[in-house]
Antibody
Framework: QVQLQESGPGLVKPSQTLSLTCTVS??????????WSWIRQPAGKGLEWIGR???????NYNPSLKSRVTISVDTSKNQFSLKLSSVTAADTAVYYC?????????????WGQGSLVTVSS | QSVLTQPPSASGTPGQRVTISCSGS????????VYWYQHLPGTAPKLLIY???QRPSGVPDRFSGSKSGTSASLAISGLRSEDEADYYC???????????FGGGTKLTVL
């Protein structure tokens, strides 16, 4: 059974960089066949896809966040990470990592439990 | 504003059949698969329907999905109290080169 777990600071100051890591167990990122995504949900709002990475390191980002987002992968640790720079209060959200089964779809079959990140001074 | 449009709320009584709609455009639903998620507060979203009408293992056949043109629907039959949750549709968007979600529909079981 594949499991994903987000980790990282729960509080980030405005203008700083939000950093989260997703640790995958029960399956290997390097085996390929899946994309690994970050998705967020601000309080009271819907889900927003942030971006994704393939085992090779190839990435795709949401155009609305692209200038501030970097997603990287460490296959030796079976982890992938999110960095979001120049954060504001609007970036306060629950951040999820998820496995995407389809290359051109939204087939997120496994999710982490979510990590609440608050942007505040 | 979400790219895919869903009604903010829906309701039904136990045993009833309810449907939730999802409207998109030719760049997403019109040309790509639709997916549906169930989300309970404090938990991870759960994939209910993939590729328009397929159910993952373990999802009851009370849940079904359909698509027509640039719209899609999720139907829940034999409504149960545990079905009370937020439901999201999603699809790949060719213009954005990424997946997009609906704004979510809060289902209340009366």
């Amino acid at each position: 059974q594949v499991q994903l777990q987000e980790s990282g600071p729960g509080l980030v100051k405005p203008s700083q960089t939000l950093s989260l890591t997703c640790t995958v167990s029960g399956g290997s990122i390097s085996s390929g066949g899946y994309y690994w995504s970050w998705i967020r949900q601000p309080a009271g709002k819907g889900l927003e896809w942030i971006g994704r990475i393939y085992a090779s390191g190839s990435t795709n980002y949401n155009p609305s966040l692209k200038s501030r987002v970097t997603i990287s992968v460490d296959t030796s640790k079976n982890q992938f990470s999110l960095k979001l720079s120049s954060v504001t209060a609007a970036d306060t959200a629950v951040y999820y990592c998820a496995r995407d089964h389809d290359g051109y779809g939204a087939n997120f079959d496994y999710w982490g439990q979510g990590s609440l990140v608050t942007v505040s001074s | 504003q979400s790219v895919l449009t869903q009604p903010p709320s829906a309701s039904g009584t136990p045993g009833q059949r309810v449907t939730i709609s999802c409207s998109g455009s030719s760049s997403n639903i019109g040309t790509n698969y639709v997916y549906w998620y169930q989300h309970l507060p404090g938990t991870a979203p759960k994939l209910l329907i993939y590729r328009n009408n397929q159910r993952p293992s373990g999802v009851p056949d009370r849940f079904s999905g359909s698509k027509s043109g640039t719209s899609a629907s999720l139907a829940i039959s034999g409504l149960r109290s545990e079905d009370e949750a937020d439901y999201y549709c999603a699809a790949w968007d060719d213009s954005l080169s990424g997946p997009v979600f609906g704004g979510g529909t809060k289902l209340t079981v009366l």
